[in-house]
RNA sequence: GCCUGGGUGGUGGAACUGGUAGACACGCAGGACUUAAAAUCCUGUUCGCCUUAAAGCGAGUGCGGGUUCGAUUCCCGCCCCAGGUACCA
C-alpha cells in the first residue's frame, strides 16, 4: 500500500483516544518530567497555522522524553474567560458561555487533528466553576493575607491583628499603603470594627484602595498597567484616560525584590528577563530632603497629620553628586507647587502648567527635545552648604515616580545640563574625572570628588557612604530603593469573568465563606453597564449576599485564571483542593515552557507572583515556577498581490498584470487569497470565482503564467494571508505538518510561513515509507543482519536526535532525518534491525505513520509511544580513514585519504610525499606545518 | 538614546568548543520513465574568469580593521534589520 496519511493519521488518533495512550499517572517510579503549553484564548477565528508551532515543539519534547523513561505530564486546556467572547455577546446577544464552547470544540477538534500527545483527562478551562471556584479561592487568601517584611513572606492576616491586639503598630514592618496608623494596643482594641477593618485594608495583598486608573471608557472598563500601550489598550486599541476610582488591587509590590532576585535562578531566555527587570525597575539610592522654609509659614492648619512639611523630598541614584544639585525640578503636578509659587512668578508658573496640561501624554513622550520649564520663586536649603537652591518645575519630571521631585546636577546628568544650558543656571564640576562640561554632562563614577566639601578626594563608594551616614545624622535623608511595579488593579467592570468572592457591609468589604464557593456568575438580560454606569453584574436581579448584602460588582482580570493554571492540571478533578498536596509534592514545578514573548510583563509576572505567594503559606513547594521557558517566533504570513491595471482616470479595471511586468503598467496591488497561488504563480480559474467582480478578469502573462508579489505581513482574514492547518493536513497530512514547522527553521526564530516548501518533506516522509516496502508498495522488512554503513547511519541519527532534542534545535534534526533516509535508500537497507529504531527516532516527530509501522513490525497492541529510544553505540561510528582537508597558506586545496591511526609527524611525512602538493609547493620547504589529528592539515609558503 | 537578538546563495536555512562555508530542503535548468500527465528517479545549481571538455584561477558569510598557521565563529570601530523600553532622576 502506498502511504495513505488520512487513512493513518485518523486511525491513530482514534486508537490514542480511545486508549487513553497519553493519561499520565501521578505515581510513578519512573523520573517526572513536566511540558507546559501556555493555553490558549479560544477566539472565534480558529487555529492558523502558526498557533500550533509552540505545542508541536513541546509534544515533540513530550514524545521524546517519554521514550527516555520520563513520566510526563503534558496537558493543554483554555484560557476562557475574556474580551472577545463579552463583545460579540454585547452585538448579539448570544451568551459568552455558548460561543466559548463553539469556539473550544473548534479547537479541540483543530488540535486532535494535529496527533498532539495531551493527557486530556486533565484539561482546565478557567470559565468553568469548577475551576474558578479555586481562583476564588486564591483570592480570598491573598485578601486574609499580608506581607511581613521581617520574615520576607506573606502571613496570615491573623497574625497582624494578634500583634496589633498586642503591642499596637509599633514593632510592625509590613509592605503596606503609604499612609498607615501609629497606634497602641490599647487603641487598637478601643478601634471600631470599622476603623479596623479600614486599617486592616491597608495591609491586605488584595485590597479595596481608591486610586488612580486606567480607565477605558470605549471598553467600560478599568485596565492593568500591561494591558495598556502607548495610552491605547492593548484590545481594540481605544483611547485610555487616567481617573479616581475605588478599585481592588493586588500588592504585587510586596514581591518586587524577590520577582528580581528569582530571575537569576530559572533559564529563560535574556530578553524576557531583561523586559521583566525593567518593568520592576528597582533603582538604588537615597532620598534627600530640601528644606523650604517659605513652605511651612505659608500653611497653616490645625490637623498636624495634614500639615505640610518644611522640605521637598527627592529621589536620586547619584547621592554623591549632591554637591553640584544648583537647582530643584517638581513636576507641574506636585501637590506643592501653588504654594511654593511667588506672586511675581504666578503668572508664568500658571502659564506653564496649562501649557502641559495641553499637551497629551502622547506629545510628552515624543517631544524630548524641547527644554521648558517655569522657575516658581521660592528657594531651598542645600542639606551640606545651605546655600539657596531655586526651584522649578518643568514636565521633564513625571510626577508618578519617585517623589515627583529631583534635584538638578547639569554635570552629572544630560537632562539636567540642557535644562541648566537652557535657563542659564550655574553648572558646578565635582569630579576630577569630568571632561567637556560646556559640551555635554558627563556621568562618570571614576575620579575623585572636587567643590564637594567634605567628600573632596574620595572616590565613589567611599563618598555615598559617607553622604548617607551624614544624612541619615541630620535627619535629612536615608538610602532608599525605589521600584518602577505598581500594585496591579484587580477589578474589570465587565461580565464574562470570576466574580469577586466578596460582599459589602456598612460599605466594607467582607469575604463569603469558603463552603460558598463557587461564588457563580449571574445571569443578566444585558452584558452592558447599568443606566446608572455599574458595571454588568448591577444587572442581575437579587445579586445579594444573604440576600441583604450587596456584592462585589467588578469580576476579576483575565489574568487572574492563568496565574496558578499549571497547578490544576497536576489534580484537575479535585473537589476539595486545588490540587493535593501529593499531587504537588509529586510534580512540583514545570520543567518545559513554551509560548510568546507577550506575556512577558503581565502573565508571566503575575503567575510568578501567585506562586510565590502560594509557596509562603505553604501550599506549593516551589519559589519558581518555569524552570525553562522558550519564547517561539510568530509565524507571520506571506501575502500574494495581483496587479490591476488602472485607466487614465485612475479607475481599476478588468486586467491584471503579471509582477515581473508590473512596472511597465500602471497598477495598484490587490491582496489575493494565498490559497489559490501556489508557488507565487495564480491559479486563474480559481481567481475568477475568488470575487464576483473578477468573473472576466484578463491577465497580462509573463512567460505563459501569472506571477504574484509577496509581502510579510500579519496572519489576518483581511490580508487573505491565513492558512489553515485544517488543509494542510487535508492535502499532506498531520505528520509532514508537524515536520515542515520545525524544518521553517529555529523555533525562536520569527518568521514568515511560506508553504512552498512542505513538498520536500511529503516527499521525505514518502521516502521513509518505501524503506519498508518493496516495489509493489507491499510491506517486506527483512531480518538480515545489518552492515556496517547501515549501522553508521542508524548510529548517527540517535546520536543527532538526542543532541538536537535536549538543545531545542528541532529544525536540525528534521534534515538529519532526511539525511539518515537518504542513505538507507541508497543502501536499500531494509532491515528490521536498523528500522524499527529508525522508526523510534523519528516517532516524536512523526508519531502517525511510524506507530502504523511499528504495528506493521509486529508490535500489534502497544504503541510506540512507550518504546524505549535506542541506545547510542560511538563504535559504530569510528572510521579508520579520513579525508584530510590538506590547506596551503590557509585556502583549502585538496582532500588526502589516510589513516586514523597516523600519528602527527607520520601524517606530515604522507601529505609531503603527495605528489599533488608538490606540485603546489613548486619545490618549496614549507615554513610551517600544523596537524591536527583528524581535522585538518595547512602548509604555510 | 539604552537593552536584547540578528545580518550566510534566487529562497528557508546548516556549519555546536576557531579547522573542508553553503548541509538539508525549496526553486530553477537539463535528462530518464510514460501515448500523455501525475508520481518517481538521475544530473547540475554561491558568484566571476578561463576552457570544446577535464581541470584550473580569483572573490566570497553586512562594511572597515585586528588577533591567528587558519575567522561565519574571537577582539575593536561602523552600518542595517527585528523585538523591547524610556525624560525612571
Keep these: 500500500m502506498d502511504y495513505q496519511y488520512r487513512e493513518i493519521e485518523q486511525r491513530w488518533q482514534k486508537f490514542w483516544a480511545e486508549k487513553q495512550t497519553y493519561r499520565a499517572s501521578n505515581q510513578s517510579t519512573k523520573p517526572k518530567f513536566y511540558v507546559l503549553d501556555m493555553f490558549p484564548y479560544p477566539s472565534g477565528s480558529g487555529l492558523h497555522v502558526g498557533h500550533p508551532l509552540g505545542y508541536i515543539a513541546t509534544d515533540i519534547f513530550s514524545r521524546y522524553k517519554r521514550l527516555k523513561g520520563f513520566n510526563v505530564l503534558h496537558p493543554m486546556g483554555y484560557d476562557s474567560f475574556g474580551l472577545p467572547a463579552e463583545q460579540y455577546a454585547i452585538q448579539t446577544g448570544q451568551h459568552p458561555s455558548v460561543t466559548t464552547e463553539a469556539n473550544i470544540n473548534r479547537y479541540r477538534e483543530q488540535l486532535d487533528n494535529l496527533g498532539f500527545s495531551f493527557d486530556w483527562s486533565r484539561e482546565v478551562r478557567t470559565s468553568d466553576p469548577a475551576y474558578y471556584r479555586w481562583t476564588q479561592w486564591i483570592f480570598m487568601q491573598l485578601f486574609n493575607s499580608w506581607y511581613n517584611v521581617r520574615a520576607d513572606k506573606a502571613e496570615p492576616i491573623e497574625r497582624l491583628v494578634a500583634h496589633f491586639a498586642s503591642k499596637g503598630s509599633v514593632g510592625v514592618n509590613a509592605v503596606a499603603d503609604e499612609e498607615v496608623l501609629s497606634f497602641t494596643a490599647e487603641e487598637w482594641n478601643a478601634f471600631s470594627e470599622e476603623k479596623q477593618q479600614t486599617e486592616l485594608l491597608k495591609y491586605r495583598l488584595a485590597y479595596l484602595k481608591e486610586s488612580t486608573v486606567n480607565w477605558c471608557p470605549a471598553l467600560g472598563t478599568v485596565l492593568a498597567n500591561d494591558e495598556v500601550k502607548d495610552g491605547l489598550s492593548e484590545r481594540g486599541g481605544h483611547p485610555v484616560v487616567q481617573k479616581k476610582m475605588m478599585q481592588w488591587s493586588m500588592r504585587i509590590t510586596a514581591y518586587a525584590d524577590r520577582l528580581l532576585e528569582g530571575l537569576d535562578t530559572i533559564d529563560w531566555p535574556e530578553p524576557l528577563k531583561e523586559m521583566q527587570r525593567n518593568w520592576i525597575g528597582k533603582s538604588v539610592g537615597a532620598s534627600v530632603k530640601f528644606s523650604v522654609d517659605s513652605l511651612q509659614s505659608s500653611v497653616s492648619t490645625d490637623d498636624s497629620e495634614l500639615q505640610t512639611p518644611n522640605y521637598i523630598e527627592v529621589f536620586t541614584t547619584r547621592v554623591d553628586t549632591i554637591f553640584g544639585a544648583s537647582f530643584l525640578v517638581l513636576a507641574p503636578e506636585h501637590e506643592w507647587v501653588a504654594q511654593l509659587t511667588t506672586p511675581e512668578q504666578e503668572k508664568e508658573v500658571k502659564a506653564y502648567i496649562e501649557q502641559t496640561q495641553k499637551k497629551s501624554e502622547l506629545d510628552r513622550m515624543a517631544d524630548t527635545k524641547t527644554v521648558s520649564g517655569a522657575f516658581t520663586g521660592s528657594y ?135 463552603k460558598e464557593l463557587p461564588l457563580l456568575l449571574p445571569e443578566v438580560d444585558k452584558y452592558l ?235 521525505f516522509l514518502r521516502k521513509f515509507w518505501r524503506l519498508f516496502h518493496d516495489e509493489q508498495m507491499n510491506f517486506a522488512v527483512s531480518d538480515e543482519a545489518p552492515n556496517k554503513a547501515e549501522l553508521k547511519s542508524l548510529h548517527k541519527i540517535i546520536k543527532k536526535v538526542e543532541e538536537d532534542v535536549e538543545r531545542f534545535s528541532f529544525n536540525t534534526s528534521v534534515s538529519s532525518f532526511m539525511i539518515c533516509v537518504n542513505e538507507l535508500t541508497d543502501l536499500k537497507c531494509n532491515k528490521r534491525q536498523i528500522l524499527e529504531p529508525l522508526c523510534i527516532v523519528l516517532s516524536s516527530y512523526a508519531p502517525h505513520i511510524t506507530e502504523e509501522l511499528w504495528s506493521l513490525l509486529g508490535h500489534e497492541s502497544g504503541s510506540i509511544s512507550y518504546a524505549a529510544y535506542p541506545v547510542f553505540h560511538p563504535e559504530f561510528l569510528v572510521e579508520d580513514e579520513f579525508a584530510y582537508p590538506v590547506s596551503i597558506n590557509g585556502k583549502m586545496r585538496m582532500n588526502l585519504n589516510l589513516p586514523l591511526s597516523l600519528e602527527v609527524p607520520e601524517i606530515e611525512k604522507a601529505v609531503l610525499e603527495n605528489a599533488d602538493v608538490q606540485r603546489y609547493l613548486e619545490n618549496k620547504t614549507p615554513k610551517k606545518i600544523i596537524v591536527v589529528k583528524g581535522r585538518i592539515v595547512n602548509l604555510v609558503i
Design 529 to 763: 453597564p447599568t443606566e446608572s454606569g455599574e458595571p454588568p453584574l448591577g444587572r442581575a436581579k437579587s445579586w445579594k449576599y444573604q440576600d441583604q448584602y450587596e456584592y462585589e460588582l467588578s469580576t476579576m482580570p483575565g489574568w487572574a485564571g492563568s496565574s496558578w493554571y499549571w497547578y490544576r492540571y497536576m489534580d484537575a478533578q479535585n473537589d476539595h483542593e486545588f490540587a493535593s498536596k501529593t499531587a504537588i509534592d509529586y510534580w512540583q514545578d514545570v520543567d518545559l515552557y513554551i509560548g510568546g514573548s507577550e506575556h512577558a510583563t503581565g502573565h508571566l509576572l503575575y503567575s510568578r507572583f501567585w506562586n510565590k505567594f502560594l509557596k509562603d503559606l505553604g501550599y506549593v513547594k516551589v519559589e519558581e515556577p518555569f524552570k525553562k521557558l522558550i519564547n517561539q517566533g510568530m509565524i507571520q504570513g506571506r501575502s500574494n498581490f495581483v496587479y490591476r491595471l488602472i485607466d487614465e482616470q485612475g479607475k481599476g479595471t478588468n486586467t491584471f498584470v503579471s509582477f515581473g511586468l508590473k512596472d511597465q503598467y500602471k497598477t495598484v496591488p490587490i491582496h489575493v487569497d494565498v490559497n489559490i497561488v501556489e508557488q507565487d504563480t495564480l491559479d486563474l480559474e480559481k481567481f475568477k470565482t475568488f470575487r464576483p467582480e473578477f468573473a472576466n478578469a484578463e491577465f497580462i502573462l509573463d512567460n505563459g503564467k501569472y506571477t504574484c508579489g509577496h509581502e510579510v505581513e500579519k496572519m489576518s482574514k483581511s490580508k487573505f494571508n491565513v492558512v489553515n492547518p485544517d488543509d494542510m493536513v487535508e492535502r499532506y497530512g498531520a505528520d509532514t505538518l508537524r515536520l515542515y514547522e520545525m524544518f521553517l527553521g529555529p523555533l525562536e526564530q520569527s518568521k514568515p510561513w511560506n508553504t512552498n516548501g512542505i513538498e520536500g518533506v511529503f516527499k
Design 380 to 514: 531651598a536649603k542645600h542639606p551640606f552648604t545651605g546655600n539657596p537652591v531655586p526651584i522649578w518645575i518643568a514636565d521633564y519630571v513625571l510626577a508618578g515616580y519617585g517623589t515627583g521631585a529631583v534635584m538638578g546636577v547639569p554635570s552629572g546628568d544630560q537632562r539636567d545640563w540642557l535644562f541648566a544650558k537652557h535657563f542659564k543656571l550655574p553648572i558646578v564640576q565635582i569630579s576630577d574625572a569630568q571632561k567637556d562640561l560646556d559640551q555635554q554632562a558627563d556621568p562618570t563614577k571614576e575620579g575623585k570628588y572636587i567643590n564637594s566639601d567634605f567628600i573632596n578626594g574620595l572616590i565613589y563608594q567611599d563618598a555615598v557612604a559617607a553622604l548617607i551616614a551624614k544624612l541619615e545624622e541630620k535627619g535629612q535623608g536615608k538610602a532608599k530603593v525605589n521600584f518602577r511595579l505598581r500594585d496591579a488593579i484587580f477589578g474589570r467592570q465587565r461580565y464574562w469573568g470570576e466574580p469577586v468572592p466578596v460582599y459589602f457591609k456598612n460599605g466594607f468589604p467582607y469575604l463569603i465563606d469558603e
